[in-house]
């Protein structure tokens, strides 16, 4: 028993070298069907990296934004199409949340002197969104309650602005003119660090001013959409239903006015939709697999009908069946097991380069590159399988008479 | 029958379907060697000599008859046991070397140790021995392709006599070699017999079929005893 294990595992040493020798014999044909399974694999391996980093960093900057969060969105009814000061006031003062921050966004011309920036965004924001971010403005003051409440024409400007602007000059105590009105600068803040993708979805204002000025400047006194931070502890579902129940009594109990939707819900979504893309476009990646398999066997088989001659003599000389099947099977894994590490290899290349790219962190991810190795090494397998048996199956006399 | 017979066919016969046709290629052979003759088998193509090669040689079966080899029923062996059978008892010379163009001269004479399943350090110190044995020693990481047509049977000679079979058979050996060369393969022949190996040469020409001690004649798939070499 041992003696014959033995001697399988010296047969299929044997095998291994003897394969390395044909595939370097047929440098091009090999080459060209590794790389059905090596464009396959690279597929597979740079989708899975690019979305796990992307849906990773969705979710990072979900948790940099939406701790404790709910967003509003007001559609409002005919008779009142959106919330004003007041209202926002009484979301404020409920017991489950610790602040609101509405959002109103413009775009403007933006004057100083000869300077002229057209398509500016300026953004309309609340004396609480600095409290909550209280190490934003660098230089200068924040914007607070009595600017709110007084529709002050006052502004903090984004760095990039005061170096566009103001270069060299402190800006604190000039005007400058936006849809040419004075606004008095107060305060410079560094622009959002966040980067990326976080970038991305939350916007980058050049300017904000007192959201109640920017109201008056769209000749408004609605809000459209706002961010509810919770308080401490408070179950965001709880305070949902808090709002919800508040606003159907601002909107006099009408349909659909409003939705009020928890940022944890938002990502979970996202995350389902990522997941639905990756299993998808995996799937496609895989036809390439299966493509590339079928590229194998073509080889194979191809490469059984040229050896001919070389199974029969094999056979004559002793071969059993068994051990002509496992050479061709072991010939085409290796064939296919190169194309998938090659594969691994430009995948993870292109992954790196992909996330960087897009602003997201690489992250090397064992799971893929055991999903590339595994789906390699089984179609070389399943792909190797029939022409294998094919040439154990030779009559060593048809197989010798084409000497 | 006794487990001692050597080699003893009795009333062998082949039948191949051709076009719809049986057609009788070998009729009630009946042949019998010992071990350490020297014996040709002489025919015109289409008489049958390659099957009763196959058949010699285990890669066939007869349809009717007995073929007993080394006390071993053959015609009652399956593929795998024809295999082991093979690999054990014979050994093949062909036409044309057939050695596989991708490994050297020593890698080429191990290939049957490998089936034979013997470990590496052995396999090689037996090619080498063989290698040695037929005057190829200075050659042996050469390929095929580096070496003459007569070089190139030689290795296909150590190759057929490194398992240690109890028959060499040989097809044809010199049909690729100019007179010369085939006269040094001839030459080597009688070495080995004279060492007491079972040759067992098919051939269409009489000039090297009698180079073997013993002649037998097949014509249309049957055979007869032909004069002996001393006789002529």
Known sequence: ?403 | MANDVFFDMRGIDKDYIMGGEPVHVLKKINLSIDEGEYLSVLGPSGSGKSTLMNIIGCLDTPTAGEYTLRGREVEELDERELAQLRSREIGFIFQNSQLLPRLNALKNVELPLIYAGIPPRERRRRAEAMLERVGLSDRMDHLPTQLSGGQQQRVAIARALVGNPSILLADEPTGALDQKTGAQIMALFQELNDEHRTIIMITHDMNIAKHARRVVNIIDGEISEGRRDADV
Request: aromatic share 8%; hydrophobic share 45%.
């Open chain 1, 1 to 403: 028993m041992f003696k014959s294990i033995r001697s399988a595992f010296v047969m299929i040493l044997e095998c291994i070298v003897m394969s390395f020798d044909n595939i370097r014999g047929n440098k091009v044909r090999s080459f060209l069907t590794l790389l059905g399974i090596m464009i396959g694999v690279t597929a597979v391996i740079t989708l899975i990296s690019t979305v796990s980093g992307v849906s990773g960093s969705i979710a990072s900057s979900f948790s940099d934004m939406g701790v404790g969060t709910l967003t509003v969105t007001v559609t409002g009814s005919d008779l009142k199409t959106g919330m004003n000061p007041d209202d926002l006031a009484k979301v404020a003062a409920l017991e489950s949340v610790d602040g609101i921050v509405p959002s109103v966004s413009l775009n403007g011309r933006v004057s100083y002197g000869k300077t002229v920036e057209t398509n500016v965004s300026v953004s309309g924001k609340n004396a609480y969104y600095f409290q909550l971010n209280d190490e934003l403005i660098e230089h200068g003051r924040a914007l607070n309650f009595i600017d709110d409440d007084n529709r002050s024409y006052v502004c903090v400007l984004s760095k990039e602005m005061v170096d566009t602007f103001f270069f060299g000059v402190n800006p604190v105590g000039e005007t400058l003119y936006v849809s040419g009105l004075p606004f008095l600068v107060v305060g410079r803040y560094e622009e959002d660090s966040g980067g990326g993708i976080a970038a991305i979805f939350s916007g980058k204002p050049n300017i904000m001013i007192p959201y109640t000025t920017a109201l008056s400047i769209n000749n408004s006194n609605e809000v459209n959409s706002f961010t509810v931070y919770l308080a401490d502890g408070v179950d965001s579902e709880a305070a949902k239903t808090d709002i919800e129940n508040l606003m159907d009594q601002i909107f006099d109990f009408e349909d659909d006015c409003f939705t009020v939707t928890s940022m944890a819900s938002i990502e979970e979504t996202m995350n389902t939709m990522l997941g639905m893309m990756s299993t998808l476009l995996a799937g496609i990646a895989s036809i390439a697999l299966v493509v590339g398999g079928i590229g194998i066997m073509n080889m194979m088989l191809t490469t059984v009908t040229e050896r001919t001659t070389e199974i029969g003599l094999k056979k004559a000389l002793g071969a059993i069946p068994w051990q002509i099947q496992i050479q061709f099977l072991i010939e085409s894994f290796l064939l296919s097991m190169f194309g998938g590490l090659l594969g691994v290899v430009f995948g993870l290349i292109l992954s790196y380069a992909l996330c960087h790219v897009l602003g997201t962190t690489f992250v090397l991810n064992g799971g893929a590159i055991a999903l590339g190795v595994g789906f390699s090494a089984a179609v070389g397998i399943i792909f190797g399988w029939a022409p294998a048996r094919k040439a154990s199956r030779l009559n060593p006399i048809d197989a010798l008479r084409s000497i």
